[in-house]
């Protein structure tokens, strides 16, 4: 990583084993992606369960050239968030994930796959960095630039794409939008 990494504890009580956990598993990022140039991690503490007990979030946020790569591990997702050591395992791998699929995409590398859904951009926020498509059924998912292979400024409205659907916070989303042959 080229930028300093930055820690920090919200509503948990800082500790200079769990910062030196985060900063090892931070290091590990660049075996996969060399080119990471900042990388902010938040944990945090937000909810108070009595019965529950106390459950951690990890926030990671990755500067990459050309963007920002965020996990953000909700406690909610996960029961075994309970100990803070296997919410900061599970952000970390799911970084990686991210890290590796960033880098896959940068090469080129990107599978297709038979079978693979296809849509229509419906709506292009060039401005603001993000659009929806359209597919058959109807249905508008949301993508980012960062989702678009082959770069965001050739997509335009009504172009045919290749899309890998995921579930985010606020509905739908494309993680992956590749535009279809013959579509430029």
């Known amino acids: 990583m080229k930028l300093e990494l930055q820690v920090t504890f919200r509503d948990v009580e800082p500790s200079r084993g769990i910062e030196q956990a985060i900063r090892d598993k931070a290091a590990k990022l660049d075996r996969f992606y060399d080119r990471i140039t900042g990388c902010r991690v938040v944990v945090a503490a937000p909810h108070r369960h009595h019965h529950?007990?106390?459950?951690?979030?990890?926030?990671?946020?990755?500067?990459?050239?050309?963007g920002e790569l965020v996990v953000n591990r909700d406690s909610s997702q996960a029961a075994a968030h309970h100990d803070i050591h296997v919410a900061i395992r599970d952000a970390f791998d799911a970084a990686r994930r991210r890290v590796q699929d960033y880098a896959r995409r940068r090469r080129g590398e990107v599978k297709t796959h038979a079978g693979e859904p296809t849509a229509r951009v419906s709506k292009l926020f060039s401005a603001k960095g993000y659009g929806f498509i359209e597919t058959s059924d109807g249905r508008e998912i949301y993508f980012h630039e960062n989702s678009v292979v082959e770069g965001f400024e050739r997509l335009s409205l009504g172009a045919r794409v290749h899309?890998?659907?995921e579930e985010g916070q606020q509905g739908p989303q494309a993680s992956t939008v590749r535009l279809a042959h013959g579509s430029v």
């Not at 007990?53 to 990459?64: A, F, H, K, Q, S």
């Open 52 to 66: 529950k007990g106390r459950l951690y979030n990890v926030r990671i946020d990755l500067t990459v050239p050309g």
């Open 163 to 165: 899309f890998t659907e």
